[in-house]
């Protein structure tokens, strides 16, 4: 069974920051990994989409890695502003053929302040 | 739609009460899946449908839940008889894929629940 483990649980720095956030994932044979970001009392908003033949993906401050064969991707935050707090959470779905359930991590709480 | 919507927000229900909760994904959106959320926890999957077909329903917690999708649009998720552990947040996600997850997952706001 796929366990997905997001390091930190939380964190907290000051605004202007450069953040990693670390997900990884006990079975390697993955599909594709996605990142979202959810706002407290709201849905998961989608960040990035990798897929599993990918190494990185960017859009804007956001940089996501993936290295499939060790389980890990990283989510890059560059000069992190107060608006990024939030909470990340990861997601990877299966490549074994017929199995649509992607398995979620408990996600990297984030607290920019000023 | 712009985007998946859910309703409603937020609900109520005495123990025992029957609920239903509902999900409108983005137009054209194949696959829809539904997710529970527990406090401080990630999305655990319940069920998932391509069109009107639903192709898995293992992360059903009992035979009280039950969902459908009969015309491949809109999504129904029914929980009978509810129970105190059923109080989570209740996620819908569409995508365009066939696959599932062949394309980004869109989420709605979800449905919290609270059972008292």
């Known amino acids: 069974k796929q366990e997905v483990t997001q390091i930190p649980a939380a964190l907290s720095v000051p605004e202007g920051e450069n953040l990693v956030l670390n997900c990884s994932f006990t079975?390697?044979?993955?599909?594709?990994l996605q990142w979202f970001r959810q706002d407290p009392g709201k849905g998961l908003t989608s960040l990035l989409l990798?897929?599993?033949?990918?190494r990185e993906q960017t859009s804007g401050r956001l940089n996501a890695s993936l290295d499939k064969s060790s389980g890990r991707s990283t989510l890059y935050i560059a000069a992190s502003q107060p608006g990024d707090s939030a909470t990340y959470l990861c997601?990877?779905?299966?490549?074994?053929?017929?199995?649509?359930?992607?398995?979620f991590g408990r996600g990297t709480s984030l607290i920019v302040h000023p | 739609g712009a985007g998946v919507s859910q309703s409603p927000r937020y609900k109520v229900a005495k123990r025992g009460q029957d609920v239903a909760l509902r999900c409108d994904p983005i137009?054209?959106?194949?696959?829809l899946f539904w997710y529970q959320q527990a406090l401080g926890q990630g999305p655990e999957f319940l069920t998932y449908?391509?069109?009107?077909?639903?192709?898995?329903k293992s992360g059903l917690p009992s035979d009280r839940f039950f969902a459908e999708r009969p015309e491949g649009s809109v999504s129904t998720l029914k929980i009978q008889r509810t129970q105190q552990e059923d109080s989570a947040v209740y996620l819908c996600?569409?995508?365009?894929?066939?696959?599932?997850?062949?394309?980004?997952?869109?989420f709605g706001p979800g449905t919290r629940l609270t059972v008292l």
């Open positions: 137009s054209g959106h194949v696959s």
């Open positions: 449908f391509q069109n009107e077909a639903q192709l898995d």
């Open positions: 996600a569409s995508s365009l894929g066939s696959r599932g997850l062949s394309d980004e997952q869109f």
């Open positions: 079975d390697s044979a993955i599909y594709n």
């Open positions: 990798i897929q599993s033949s990918q």
């Open positions: 997601a990877v779905s299966p490549a074994s053929g017929g199995s649509y359930i992607p398995t």
